[in-house]
């Protein structure tokens, strides 16, 4: 009889990062220009990586990957923020939530596994230069970027089946700006342990994996280029490795911050804080890390700003 006295919720509301009316325009204004200057930044790589053909290497076609990556990801949940801030309220399908969770969890899945695999390639090109061209040709390139995808969407679908497991009948309140997985499981209304169980599974096995990868790669161009006598190859192993450590010390560094402390000891607030690093201003930094010192981007910029200028 309580079964069937449930009333299934069919949407969900985001309390957002402010309830004050005024903070929220501020918001708005601010999260929208990030949002543009992500989107245009990202897409300025990735026609400078298509239009010249001295960047048609494995390092630039992961790295378009990436900046195609990025702009999925701030689509996936910054236009959302943003009708939510101007409407001034945080309401959200079950369906939209759902696919939501999937869409998210999918594309930072894709993001760890091509980090990990953009670390795979610079070791190639630092310690089996002889043999890189042929290891990572056209074939190798397409058969990872196939791999990192797939798995992206393995995981999702992983998610996905955990959020409509089970039935939701209230409370439908998320104190966060967009839907996270393991704040929609707390408003199942059955017993998620297992499915939780599930959750840190997966999530140990996207992070541990790639890292497991980056490290070993690391290691071993370290030993490489200690092993240089000369020091324009030290410098120049070192700066096209730079920016790809800086931006995996961005990723791993704040989604650990978010899952990795105490649970007791968190703050709802402070979860979304963290958050709104990784989804709204890594995605924005990442082309500024990949074009500050980058020659190569720089001297595609200067031949299409001079093919324009004619």
Known sequence: MESENLTFITEFILVGLTSHRK??????????LIYMLTVMGNVLIIV???????LHTPMYFFLKHFAGLEICYVTTGMPQMLAHLQAGNGRISFGRCAAQVYVSTCLATVEFVLLGVMAYDRYLAICCPLIYATVMGRSRQLKLASAFWAAGFISGL????????????????????????PLVLK?????????????VVLVGVVLAGPLAAI?????????????????????????TCGSHLLVVSLYYGTVMAMYMRPRSRSSPDLDKQV??????????????IYTLRNKDIHVAMAKM????GS
């Open 187 to 199: 408003l199942a209304c059955a017993d998620t342990h297992i499915t939780e169980a599930i959750t």
């Open 48 to 54: 400078l990586i298509l239009s010249d053909p001295h």
């Open 305 to 308: 700003l001079q093919k324009w």
């Open 275 to 288: 958050a709104v690093f990784y989804v709204v201003i890594s995605p924005m930094l990442n082309p500024v």
């Open 158 to 181: 992983i998610t996905l089946s955990c959020v409509l497991h089970h039935p939701y009948c209230g409370p439908n309140r998320i104190n966060h700006f967009y839907c996270e997985l």
């Open 23 to 32: 903070s929220q325009i501020l918001l708005f204004v601010i999260l929208l």
């Open 215 to 239: 490290l070993v790669s690391y290691t071993l161009i370290l030993s490489t280029v200690l092993q240089m006598k000369s020091t324009a190859g030290r410098r120049k192993a070192f700066s």
